[in-house]
Structure formats: structure tokens, C-alpha cells
């Protein structure tokens, strides 16, 4: 072994390389939002926040399914954005066991100061792709996602 350099040993690994890559992507992310004086809010409570504040009153079910976790760790994360007072988890009117999530003004504005951090980081990812390769990258990401869901699906 090299030193503890496995990423030779794993570079032909698509799981691999997407799984080191999105660690990377998160790390920086994060950075990012530190020095903005945003720590504590994490890029999955980002990607709620985002859902609703582009159509509110999503079901949990949903954002879990959105955000690609379980319903108990979305459950989870959305109590603790609520005790922090981002959104508000109310009971579906419709459906008596369904929770809905609903944006709150001091979550709107904690968005908006978000939204500037996450063009920088896009800026910043987008420099090490040319436009083209961008579009490739993310045509096949789609692709491979979507090829992965239907696998999930089928019966084995």
C-alpha cells in the first residue's frame, strides 16, 4: 500500500469516486457557510429550506423522498429547524396522521442569506468544469440516479 493512498486502488470505482467527491463538495460547503457566520445549519437542512421556500407546505413523506433520506431522519432534522424556528410542522387538515412543513419568516430570511453562500460554491465548482462538461456531468449523474431508482423498484 502507498502511504494510506487507496484512491489508486478504487480510481475506476464510480461509487467511490461520487461518494469521495460529494465528501469533498460537503466539506467545502460547509467552509463556506462558517465563514458567511452560518455554522450550524447543515446543506440537507439548506435543501429543505429550499423546497419550501419554493412551494411551501410540503408533507414529510415527501421531503424525504425529495431530499433522498428516511422519513425518521428528515422527521428528526425538521423538529430540530423547527426549535430553531425556520419552519413550522403543522397537522395535515386532510389527512389526520400527515404533518405538513411550512417556511417561517426567520427561515426565509436565514435562506436568503444562504442562497449567497450557495451561488459562491456553485461559482466556485463551476470554474473547474468548462459549460459543456457541466452539462455533461450533470446529464449523467441524472442518469445514473435515474438507473439506480428504477433498480431500486424492480423486484431483485
Known sequence: MRGGDVDYMLADSI???LRLAGVLARRHYVLRL???GLAGISPEQIT??????REDG????QLAAANGQDKAAVTRMAQAM???GWIRIDADPDHGSRKRVRITAAGRRLHARVEAVTARKE???DRQLTRG??????ALIARLR???SQMQAAPP
Not at 48 to 53: E, I, P, Q
Not at 58 to 61: E, H, N, P
Open 146 to 148: 435515474d438507473g439506480l
Open 15 to 17: 461509487g467511490y469516486q
Open 34 to 36: 462558517a465563514e458567511a
Open 123 to 125: 461559482r466556485e465548482f
Open 58 to 61: 410540503w408533507a414529510l413523506g
Open 82 to 84: 423547527e426549535a430553531a
Open 48 to 53: 429543505l429550506l429550499s423546497f419550501l421556500d
Open 133 to 138: 462538461e457541466r452539462r455533461t456531468l450533470l
